[in-house]
């Protein structure tokens, strides 16, 4: 096969794909998820749900936050790589003192204990309230994390 006729079936292929796309958003007038998002009551999105292998994708990108939303002692046991201490029972003390952490161009993503766990949930919504507008819930939280047998890390420090 001569590279001419690969280029062109690779268009048509591409072609074809994003037509189909395009015409099922616009017959079932809801698009194509690649993340499920959580609509508020004005229909506003205030956040998305990942799984694990979204999240290890993120974890590459230096323009992240990872938030825990469980207790400091269950944090200090085990945690995400990267992962920063916010548990929802002191958000508005903590949220104050890691202001510096939300920059105008950065991506939240907090997770809690499992998939059970609401914390992360409750987390995403006031982070949303506070103006913060890329927020991702990683639902599997730590029990999953850690069942996939990806890394952990702990802390015995009480600032992070």
Same mark, same amino acid.
């Given at each position: 096969m001569s590279i001419k006729k690969f280029i062109i079936q690779c268009f048509i292929i591409f072609s074809l794909s994003l037509s189909i796309g395009v015409i099922y958003n616009q017959i079932f007038k809801s698009p194509l998820p690649i993340f499920k998002g %959580?609509?508020? #009551?004005n229909n506003n999105i205030y956040f998305h749900i990942i799984d694990a292998d979204v999240l290890k994708n993120l974890l590459k990108n230096d323009m992240i936050v990872l938030l825990d939303a469980r207790t400091q002692q269950e944090f200090n046991k085990e945690h995400i790589p990267r992962?920063?201490?916010l548990p929802i029972s002191r958000? #508005?003390? #903590? %949220?104050?003192?890691?202001t510096h952490l939300f920059k105008q161009d950065v991506m939240i993503i907090t997770y809690c204990v499992d998939i059970n766990c609401n914390d992360s949930f409750i987390l995403a919504k006031?982070? %949303?309230e506070?103006?913060?507008r890329e927020?991702? @819930? %990683?639902?599997?939280?730590? #029990?999953?994390? @850690?069942?996939?047998g990806n890394k952990v890390e702990t802390s015995n420090t009480l600032e992070n």
């Open positions: %959580y609509k508020k #009551e992962a920063i201490n958000f #508005e003390q #903590e %949220y104050k003192k890691k006031k982070l %949303y506070k103006d913060q927020i991702f @819930v %990683y639902k599997g939280g730590i #029990e999953e994390w @850690v069942s996939l």
